[in-house]
Structure formats: C-alpha cells, structure tokens
C-alpha cells in the first residue's frame, strides 16, 4: 500500500505498466462511460480510452476504484464480498484483502482527502516506475518555473537502484522535497526526508504536518549538464538494511 501526496492520477496512469481495461467504481459517478453492473449496483466503467478519460477528468467527488479482469466477474460476487467492497470505500481501510480472487484486481484507488491518495499494488515493483514519472514531472516543472523562457528540459530516466534505495530503503516513507530544491552549478539538489512516525498518518491534513514527522535523510541530485541522476546519502544508518538489494 502506497499512502502518497503529490503523485497524481496522472503520474500513476503514465507509469503502471498497462491501464485496466475494467474498473469498478467505489463512488457514484455521472456521464457517457458509466455503466450500473445490475448484480452488485456498482457502476463501470470499460474500455482504456475511457478509462484514460475518467481518471484523468475532474471529479465533484473523491474517485475510488477497483479494476476486474473479466466482464461476469462481478456477477458472481456474494453480498459479502460486496459489503467488503463497500467497507473499503467508506473507512478506506480493506478488512481482509484489498485484492479479490474473483476480480483478480491489480489495484485498489482511493482518493482520499487534499490532494492524498491511497493505493494498493498487487504487484508493488509496478509504484517504482510511477514514482519515477511522478519525479521527472515535479523536476521538469520546477525547472520550468524557475527558467520561463528556457528549452523543455529532457530527463533522463532514474536508475533502478536509485529507486529502490528511495522505496525499500525507507519504506516507513520518503519525502522528496521539491519545494526546497536548490541549484548548484547546474546540479539541481533535492532534499530527501524519512518519515519517523508513519502511524500518525491519518491526522496529517497538510504538507506541514507531514514534514514535520520526518527528518533529512539524503539529497537526490540531477546534473543538467551531463544529465545524470545521484543520491547523497546523509543517514547510513537508515539505509543499511537495502544494501544487499542493489
């Protein structure tokens, strides 16, 4: 489970390896590409490109979603499979499982509140690549910002092991601070923050309450000259433990 602010629908969308092509809404919706499945009273939507189109539209209200692989799968779900399902959507916890043997989910999306989501992975390998769009996004944005007139910045991708020292090496949770990136001589710094108390996660309502649960940790760094990726690491100790995955 991947608890996150700052990774958007879109982020997620552009990095998962493929987009659902079956999802099973959590809250109700309007428009053309929903459908009511009759057994469970859930509405659908099918199809990648309108899939696509729904999660990335704006939404009056939180978009919660799980996808299915095949069409009758919902019709063969017990009313207490579906009171799990709808358990999941109102207290945004699962009870048993977020994943359904009879959906065969990949994924579980809950949009949560100002702007945090939560979203299970059956496979969590897939969050290492939406983290790293959800990163060349923020950084070609703040280079953006900083440089009006400048050349759209071309990324390169990041390293594997620079993504998993930030996902198995802080697995209590990681802030990459962009608001208080710097530049030096063309580097571009990047603080990177270990949040110390991840159970308190349901009281935090703003980016100041998650940062201050956390401490720095390292520094992520990108050279625009020779368009390189680097992380400084700050605190030994706290990624001891994914030394012998890289």
Do not use: C
């Not at 879109?10 to 459908?35: K, M, T």
């Not at 189109?53 to 996808?67: G, I, Q, S, T």
């Not at 916890?93 to 702007?115: C, M, V």
């Amino acid at each position: 489970m991947i608890y996150s602010l700052g990774i958007s629908p879109a982020d997620f969308l552009n990095g998962i390896p493929a987009i659902p092509n079956q999802l099973l809404l959590l809250n109700e919706e309007s428009g053309s590409d929903v459908e009511i499945n009759p057994h469970t009273r859930f509405q659908t939507v099918t199809g990648q490109a309108q899939i696509r189109r729904y999660l990335l539209a704006k939404h009056e209200r939180p978009v919660k979603w799980v996808d299915y692989t095949h069409s009758d799968d919902l019709d063969f779900l017990l009313p207490s499979e579906i009171a799990e399902l709808l358990y999941l959507a109102h207290m945004e916890t699962h009870i048993r499982t977020p994943f359904y043997a009879k959906l065969q989910n990949q994924f579980a999306f809950l949009t949560l509140r100002d702007g945090f989501y939560k979203t299970y992975y059956r496979e969590l390998g897939d969050f290492n690549h939406v983290l790293e769009v959800s990163l060349k996004r923020h950084l070609r944005s703040m280079h953006n910002n900083r440089w009006v007139f400048a050349r759209p910045l071309a990324i390169s991708d990041v390293p594997h092991e620079i993504l998993l020292q930030l996902t198995q090496g802080l697995m209590d949770g990681v802030i990459v601070a962009f608001d208080q990136l710097v530049e030096r001589r063309r580097v571009y710094v990047i603080p990177v923050r270990a949040v110390d108390h991840p159970e308190r996660q349901a009281t935090w309502y703003s980016q100041d309450e998650v940062y201050a649960d956390s401490r720095e940790v390292a520094s992520l760094r990108y050279d625009l000259t020779s368009r390189e990726w680097a992380l400084s690491i700050h605190d030994n100790e706290v990624f001891s433990d994914v030394a012998d995955l890289i």
